[in-house]
């Protein structure tokens, strides 16, 4: 009998129960033994729950149980967690986790005490919710040198885009229908200024080149300053609005890693990905680009992307999966990247090679140049708008 | 030092060595050591080549070689290829290969026998190329009850119902077009009638449910028969025509898989999916629909999906991968599968619940019915086509 803690009963916690309760049968079939929930650990009261025996409120008793295999630490939030987190890696269990926002902060340091401690620390959830993305980047494409991602990595954000998009509706509008529907939070800052997308980039950034990007070092422009002008322009020129996150490597080996709302050209398949899914694309040199698609949030996706790595951590119980990441990278701001760039209200049209928009709104694209040249030249212009554009 | 050998210097054998060469140094910091390529059998004279000194024409010396831990199959077929796979993996070699042919007719074998001598057979490249998808089927999903799958999974057909749709160009001149680009071999019958689809849909059976799916016992429609007009009616009404792989568990526990063209509506994931890329969409009970897309084939792409093997394999040395199917799965014919279908040449549109694609050809959809019902109804109203419709 294998058995598992669910630290944080909230979303994801509450998710990986059910998915437990709905799959136990396939799920003891692939372990080759029932897998049991043996603790959760919340400050609520659980007693008029069907989980009331389970309940715990002590981390110690987790800590202190040497039967136990795994840990799912599902509190959020970089504080409680982290101390559990340690303390469990500490005490010789593998702990699973959906909790960017630990991981792209301190998943160097937990990476290193699961090494010392031959245990694993495994977060397919923390990006792309159920979508299957970490672990075929480090192990299917292992082969590959990586040499960018791009990502919608935010549901929130992707939904309030498709609004605007497609019904038409400003910011403020499509903001207050997602809060309505319970995609978007009261306090919606973490996902529209980009800030939620940020720590997946990173998280994706550490893994493909192995060295520490922390979110607080990289540029992260939302979506609140977008205007709908903006996007009707570039939906009738061919080009979808889209927040990405990207992660690039760049000639001189250095790397670069930003968010910001993107024109992606139509042809593109990230264009089509709508709504709250999630699509990450990842370039390798030999196999080109793949991409992954999917339900990037919600109680049940999240919570498969917990259960396959559970199932993982008990397949590898005795052996660690080779996973970590080192020192800092060394990072190229978003100033020095090249890549041509959308721009509203030029009065003068004269650059060469550029490519009208709408005449009548002076918009158009530049060619390549870097986003320091690209603000050098809104400036001049007198620009109302500038936004890069996704080749 | 690990070390490997290529069975079979084609396509795929000669891109695993080439991707060996432009990334030696990423696949040693994966593996903590370097990796050698160190025999290539082939009947081929490789004395010309770069390869010469590894060039071999005994399988008996790879057999018999302690120190050899990974074996490449890309010979193809299912005849030298499977004899020497089996002596592979009883001299206790992994081996890692993109057959898809002897996979899908002699996976269950050869899994058995790797079990029985504790190393792997791998194969993730025989299905979609590049795309990682068999990986995060049986792991990242392994907390779901898979439901469905269906894939693009052949990319010379969908190269060439691509120039159908978007060329308005006849099947004659798409395969003609195709051949000349070379998507398509001078003999194209494995592609063009679905044969090389449904090894792919059985592989990926096998894997979802842990039972085997002969290619021989699923119903196998191509695109050889398919009427331009047919194509041209759907994308009209907002349906793209792709040759689709589908498998899917039913509710009283039979499985079923079949390979026939369908028309696609153009708001699923798959509709957009052009040219010889592969997409390959996962409904699992928890984590939804989930979508696997990139480069089908290709030395390179397919390429990539071995070496990545190849470094699971030497990670999971002294472990296997527990990884098989058993008996064979108990399956439902297409006949007795429900789902919307697609007629033209209709004389009389009266059944209930049809939906009109185009009145003066005839064309429309109708309710969901079983295969033989909708046979039924096109005899008895003397219909020019039948197609499927996914829902």
Redesign the interface.
């Known amino acids: 009998m294998a058995s598992f803690a669910i630290m944080g009963f909230g979303t994801v916690g509450s998710?990986v129960a059910e998915?437990l309760r709905?799959?136990a049968d396939?799920?003891a079939?692939?372990l080759?033994e029932p897998l049991s929930l043996k603790y959760i650990l919340d400050v609520r009261d659980l007693s008029a729950t069907p989980y009331a025996d389970v309940a715990v409120k002590d981390f110690a008793v987790l800590e202190n149980d040497p039967a136990l295999d795994v840990v799912v630490e599902s509190i959020g939030g970089a504080k409680v967690a982290l101390e559990f987190t340690r303390r469990a890696l500490m005490a010789g269990k593998h702990v699973v986790t959906s909790n960017k926002e630990l991981v792209a902060a301190h998943g160097k340091e937990l990476l290193a005490i699961a090494r010392e401690k031959n245990v694993n620390y495994l977060f397919?959830a923390s990006v792309g919710g159920?979508?299957?993305v970490l672990?075929?980047l480090f192990?299917?494409?292992?082969?590959?040198?990586i040499e960018e991602i791009v990502g919608i990595l935010n549901g929130t954000t992707n939904y309030i885009l498709t609004r605007m998009v497609k019904g038409g509706i400003p910011f403020d509008e499509a903001l207050k229908e997602a809060q309505a529907k319970g995609y978007a939070e009261q306090n919606p800052a973490a996902d529209v200024e980009g800030l939620d997308a940020g720590r997946k980039i990173c998280i994706l950034s550490d893994l493909a080149w192995?060295k520490e990007v922390l979110p607080e070092k990289i540029t992260t422009q939302g979506i609140s300053g977008l205007d709908l002008k903006d996007v009707a322009i570039a939906s009738a020129a061919g080009y979808r609005v889209k927040l990405l996150g990207r992660a690039l490597k760049l000639a001189d080996g250095r790397q670069a890693a930003y968010v910001a709302p993107h024109l992606v050209p139509e042809s593109c398949?990230v264009a089509?990905?709508d709504d709250v899914f999630n699509a990450i694309m990842i370039r390798?040199?030999?196999?080109?680009?793949?991409?992954?698609?999917?339900?990037g949030a919600?109680d049940?996706?999240t919570?498969?992307?917990?259960?396959?790595d559970?199932?993982?951590a008990l397949?590898h119980r005795?052996?660690r999966r080779?996973l970590g990441w080192s020192e800092s990278a060394e990072l190229a701001g978003l100033d020095e990247l090249s890549m041509p760039w959308y721009l509203r209200g030029g009065s003068a049209l004269t650059a060469i090679g550029c490519k009208v928009l709408s005449e009548s709104d002076g918009a158009f694209l530049t060619g390549s140049m870097s986003a320091k040249e690209a603000k050098a030249l809104a400036e001049k212009l007198g620009a109302a708008a500038l936004l890069p554009v996704l080749q």
Chains 1, 2 share one sequence.
């Open positions: 998710g998915v709905m799959n396939p799920i079939e692939k080759g397919e159920g979508i299957p672990r075929p192990q299917c494409l292992a082969g590959n040198r192995g398949p089509g990905v390798g040199n030999a196999v080109g680009d793949v991409m992954f698609y999917g339900r919600g049940l996706p919570a498969s992307a917990v259960m396959g559970i199932i993982d397949q005795s052996k080779d």
